[in-house]
């Protein structure tokens, strides 16, 4: 386990990082310039499920308008507005931003958390939704990050406030070593930069406590909880598989960031993805095995709560979202 010592050197307090913090602020936010200032919580934040004997709840972060013909690559504005509309969509549509509790091996683990105040008021309602759902975040023991993007890690911190103060965050290795690095710091480019000032803004609390520990692949993290690899989006992105007798579900992450595109042309990225054509070529993996196997999949961005199933529909896939019950069985 790293604890990456000589980063916590570097404090991100000058003018100058508040600058660039702003610059990447105002560039991520030109998804989102029609955001919503009433309805912010117009809709629950959790949905339960039980997964063979353990319990999985899906939270809300909220939602955020994307511009999907000006954030998707390898395609055309006529090829997205065709996708998005045979789904009932337009180019600019919500996509969700989603965490999720599991409770197994007697831990209490979130997958992914958020993004705190980072864009805007549409978003940030982890921690209200978590404790409309019975949990409060001190609860939470365990953190697994599927990827280093802040809208995965923005929420780890409230200002100067560490939000899980009682959990340790895992993740893999290979995304620590990318996005902590002073080498690769000193290697990205100035538009990659504020991304990883920001990364490590809201992760330093966690270094410094010894809360962060780093793994490798091809081992058990809990009983029933694995970490996979799947590279593309960022260099050392994982995903998480939970099983639990005979059932399977596996944390997606930023596989994907438009059903409405993706599950019909997985092999369209987006300019968030580090390395594109590995993105792709993870994705079309990812989505060939969910949907031969038939087990549950979660993924971060997929319209709340992000469960369900896929299945193959010509040369794409179709998703079939999970069916709402009150008794939280998943069927």
Same mark, same amino acid.
């Given at each position: 386990?790293?604890?990456?010592?000589? @980063?916590?050197?570097?404090?991100?307090?000058?003018?100058?990082?508040?600058?660039?913090?702003?610059?990447?602020? +105002?560039?991520?936010?030109?998804?989102?310039?029609?955001?919503?200032?009433?309805?912010?919580?117009?809709?629950?934040?959790?949905?339960?499920?039980?997964?063979?004997?353990?319990?999985?709840?899906?939270?809300?972060?909220?939602?955020?308008?994307?511009?999907?013909?000006? +954030? @998707?690559?390898?395609?055309?504005?006529?090829?997205?507005? !065709?996708?998005?509309?045979?789904?009932?969509?337009?180019?600019?549509?919500?996509?969700?931003?989603?965490?999720?509790?599991?409770?197994?091996?007697?831990?209490?683990? %979130?997958?992914?958390?958020?993004?705190?105040? %980072?864009? $805007?008021?549409?978003?940030?309602? @982890?921690?209200?939704?978590?404790?409309?759902? $019975?949990?409060?975040?001190?609860?939470?023991?365990?953190?697994?990050?599927?990827?280093?993007?802040?809208?995965?890690?923005?929420?780890? /911190?409230?200002?100067?406030? /560490?939000?899980?103060?009682?959990?340790?965050?895992?993740?893999?290795?290979?995304?620590?070593?990318?996005?902590?690095?002073?080498?690769?710091?000193?290697?990205?480019?100035?538009? /990659?930069?504020?991304?990883?000032?920001?990364?490590? +803004?809201? /992760?330093?609390?966690?270094?410094?406590?010894? #809360?962060? #520990?780093?793994?490798?692949?091809? #081992?058990?993290?809990?009983?029933?909880?694995t970490p996979l690899a799947s590279p593309g989006h960022?260099?050392?992105?994982?995903?998480?598989?939970?099983?639990?007798?005979?059932?399977?579900? +596996?944390?997606?992450?930023?596989?994907?960031?438009?059903?409405?595109?993706?599950?019909?042309?997985?092999?369209?990225?987006?300019?968030?993805?580090?390395?594109? !054509?590995?993105?792709?070529?993870?994705?079309?993996? !990812?989505?060939?095995?969910?949907?031969?196997?038939?087990?549950?999949?979660?993924?971060?961005? @997929?319209?709340?709560?992000?469960?369900?199933?896929?299945?193959?529909?010509?040369?794409?896939?179709?998703?079939?979202?999970?069916?709402?019950?009150?008794?939280?069985?998943?069927?």
């Amino acid at each position: 386990m790293k604890t990456y010592k000589y @980063l916590l050197k570097r404090v991100k307090s000058s003018a100058a990082f508040y600058i660039t913090f702003t610059v990447f602020v +105002l560039t991520f936010m030109q998804v989102a310039k029609a955001q919503h200032q009433e309805g912010v919580l117009a809709q629950p934040g959790s949905y339960h499920m039980k997964l063979g004997s353990i319990e999985v709840i899906a939270l809300s972060d909220g939602s955020i308008p994307q511009e999907l013909d000006k +954030l @998707l690559t390898n395609t055309n504005v006529d090829e997205v507005k !065709a996708l998005t509309n045979l789904n009932f969509q337009q180019p600019v549509v919500e996509a969700s931003v989603n965490a999720y509790i599991v409770k197994v091996g007697g831990k209490t683990i %979130l997958i992914d958390a958020g993004t705190s105040e %980072l864009y $805007g008021p549409t978003l940030g309602h @982890l921690p209200a939704n978590m404790k409309r759902a $019975g949990y409060n975040p001190e609860e939470i023991e365990v953190i697994l990050i599927t990827h280093i993007h802040t809208d995965h890690t923005g929420g780890l /911190m409230d200002g100067d406030k /560490m939000v899980f103060p009682n959990a340790t965050v895992y993740v893999s290795k290979q995304e620590a070593d990318y996005w902590l690095n002073d080498e690769q710091y000193a290697k990205a480019t100035d538009k /990659m930069k504020p991304y990883f000032d920001q990364a490590r +803004l809201k /992760m330093l609390p966690y270094l410094k406590a010894g #809360k962060i #520990k780093t793994f490798d692949y091809g #081992k058990t993290l809990f009983p029933g909880v694995t970490p996979l690899a799947s590279p593309g989006h960022t260099p050392g992105h994982s995903f998480y598989q939970v099983t639990s007798e005979g059932e399977k579900i +596996l944390f997606w992450g930023d596989i994907l960031h438009s059903g409405a595109v993706q599950f019909a042309k997985p092999e369209i990225t987006i300019v968030y993805d580090v390395d594109p !054509a590995w993105a792709a070529r993870t994705r079309k993996k !990812a989505f060939e095995q969910a949907a031969k196997e038939g087990y549950w999949i979660a993924a971060d961005h @997929l319209s709340f709560p992000g469960i369900g199933h896929i299945r193959p529909l010509g040369k794409g896939y179709r998703w079939f979202p999970i069916n709402y019950t009150t008794t939280g069985k998943g069927q």
